[in-house]
């Protein structure tokens, strides 16, 4: 069994928001008691307070998220000012929910050091090895979307946890590029990762926009850029905020979203990811995104189109569910976009959620939030990715598991289930058996028919050669006196096997009207004793 529950207040006042969306989960999942939950709220809503009436209301229940910059759901579409509780009941799949704190912004070695203790203190058992069985089958992670490099937040996941994938989104604000929030139980963090692991038979498949294919066109030529940690320092051989201030109009120090940059990690090669780039220096003439960039790179500037935005939205969930690999509905989908496509939207921003779910089936659950950046493995790589501008839409279910015997459930073994597979296996030796012996008897009758069948065709060869022999005396007895007058001319004739063969085979024809029944080398071997095995259906005939 697995449930996914949701429900979507959009009261500001907290106790009355924690209320009425615990009440709602509890009801829809029955006797199902909740294993964890994700909550997503607005930036400026009074997170504290929700987190602590959420944690009273959902005893043992944890809770990963963060603050958005908007929310989705089926039941109240793309809404700002919203809360968003998504709880997970599971009897089959468990979740292990955790947060890292205190992580830096660049330096990776620190993060990694950090996090191993951390996670020793919360009890995760970590082994770096791929064939390790107790790896998660699936993450979900919330980071700071500001204090920390999403990049480097994934790839020490993905180092961590090898065959796990992960998605999710950065937390967001609204704007003020100050500080986002981080949800764990009841705290409000800075500067952390809150996780939620699932183990066991978890079903999944994604689709996600990505780079180039998620609503935006190149502008311009790709330019040779010299970066330094999250900042541009040239492009084209110019100090970047000049090359930019020659196509655009730069004020007060900051630069839209709306417009990612498209960063080629590699000169030479298509592969591309967006970044965004949120400010620019005069005084220093760089420009600063919000994520680390590699050192030497080709950059190139985008141009939004609205209406593509809305298409691949729609196209992403569509192919998602087309490929999910089961004829049965996922049990729900989890939404994951960035700020940049509302706000290139804008007034029409909930014209993206309302558009990609207008033609899926009413009674699938979708639900998710406006992030900072976006967790998937990429499309052509299968690698865990941070992204940027991109939508990401996450498919989830149980697989399918038996109830018992050997493949039991939970792989707890009884007596009784034990005995029942003794007794299936007993009786599939003894079917096998019985088929075995089926099989002598019938090969034992095939070599029986294949003797009486030799047997036939030696008594064929010896009709057929009695058939020859009478032939070739009524060839000497009508051709006698021929014989006899040409030996008396000193001409006696010569024939050779294969002579006599045609004038017996011509003499079959004369009087039966169609040719001796054997090829006229078994013929001639017949009239000299030198029985072959014929071939039956085909006729004698000049070779």
Same mark, same amino acid.
């Given at each position: 069994?697995?449930?996914?529950? #949701? ?49 009273? !209301? ?6 990963? *998220?963060?603050?958005?910059? *908007? ?17 997970? =009941? ?56 500001? *204090?920390?490099?999403?990049?480097? #937040?994934?790839? !020490? ?65 790709? !330019? ?65 995104? #919000? ?17 593509? #935005? ?38 029409? =921003? ?27 493995? =990429? ?6 990715t941070y992204h940027s501008s991109t939508l990401v839409t996450l498919l989830l279910g149980e697989e399918p598991l038996t109830s018992t015997g050997i493949f ?30 089926? !099989? ?104």
């Amino acid at each position: 069994m697995f449930k996914i529950s #949701i429900s979507h207040s959009l009261t500001s006042d907290a106790r009355v928001a924690a209320s009425a969306m615990v009440a709602k989960v509890l009801r829809e999942l029955g006797v199902c008691p909740p294993n964890a939950a994700l909550l997503f709220s607005t930036f400026g809503n009074d997170h504290a307070t929700l987190l602590q009436e959420l944690t009273q !209301l959902l005893p043992g229940c944890p809770i990963v *998220g963060g603050s958005s910059n *908007g929310e989705v759901s089926r039941e109240q579409g793309y809404r700002v000012g919203s809360s968003l509780l998504i709880v997970f =009941a599971s009897d089959t799949i468990t979740f292990r929910a955790g947060v890292l704190r205190n992580l830096t912004f660049d330096n990776e070695a620190f993060n990694l050091e950090t996090a191993m203790q951390q996670w020793q203190q919360q009890g995760i058992e970590i082994r770096f090895d791929k064939g390790y069985s107790p790896m998660p089958a699936l993450g979900l992670l919330f980071p700071d979307g500001l *204090g920390l490099d999403g990049g480097s #937040i994934v790839r !020490l996941f993905s180092d961590t946890f090898p065959t796990t994938h992960f998605f999710g989104g950065a937390s967001a604000e609204n704007f003020t590029l100050t500080q986002t929030k981080q949800f764990f139980n009841h705290e409000v963090l800075h500067n952390a990762v809150p996780y939620l692991l699932f183990y066991g038979p978890l079903r999944h498949h994604w689709a996600i926009t990505e780079g180039l294919d998620s609503g935006w066109r190149a502008v311009g030529k790709r !330019l040779d850029a010299q970066c330094d940690g999250k900042y541009i320092h040239t492009l084209a051989q110019k100090p970047a905020v000049d090359y930019l201030a020659s196509r655009y109009r730069l004020q007060g120090g900051q630069l839209s979203v709306c417009h990612p940059f498209v960063i080629y990690p590699d000169r030479g090669s298509d592969v591309h990811y967006f970044r965004d780039v949120i400010g620019y220096c005069e005084a220093t003439g760089r420009l600063e995104s #919000i994520n680390l960039l590699p050192t030497d790179c080709q950059i190139q500037l985008t141009q939004p189109d609205p209406a593509t #935005i809305l298409a691949v939205s729609r196209k992403n969930i569509h192919q998602a569910l087309a490929h999910y690999p089961s004829t049965d509905t996922p049990t729900a989908a989890l939404w994951f976009s960035c700020v940049s496509r509302a706000l290139v939207l804008a007034n029409d =921003a909930a014209n993206e959620f309302a558009t990609a779910t207008e033609a899926i089936a009413s009674d699938l659950p979708v639900a998710g939030f406006y992030t900072y950046g976006e967790i998937a493995p =990429a499309r052509t790589t299968g690698h865990n990715t941070y992204h940027s501008s991109t939508l990401v839409t996450l498919l989830l279910g149980e697989e399918p598991l038996t109830s018992t015997g050997i493949f039991g459930q939970h792989h707890q073994f009884s007596a009784d289930n034990l005995a029942q597979d003794n007794k299936a296996l007993t009786q599939a030796l003894e079917n096998t058996r019985a088929e075995i012996q089926r !099989l002598q008897d019938e090969l034992a009758q095939c070599r029986l028919l294949n003797r009486v069948a030799s047997h036939s065709r030696t008594e064929e060869m010896m009709k057929n050669r009695a058939l020859a022999l009478q032939l070739v005396c009524s060839l000497l007895d009508t051709r006698f006196a021929d014989f006899k007058r040409l030996a008396m001319k000193g001409d006696p004739p010569k024939l050779n096997k294969l002579g006599l063969a045609r004038l017996v085979n011509d003499l079959h024809q004369q009087q039966y009207g169609k040719p001796f029944p054997v090829m006229l080398k078994q013929l001639a071997n017949l009239l000299t004793d030198q029985i072959d095995v014929p071939c039956h259906g085909r006729p004698s005939h000049p070779e």
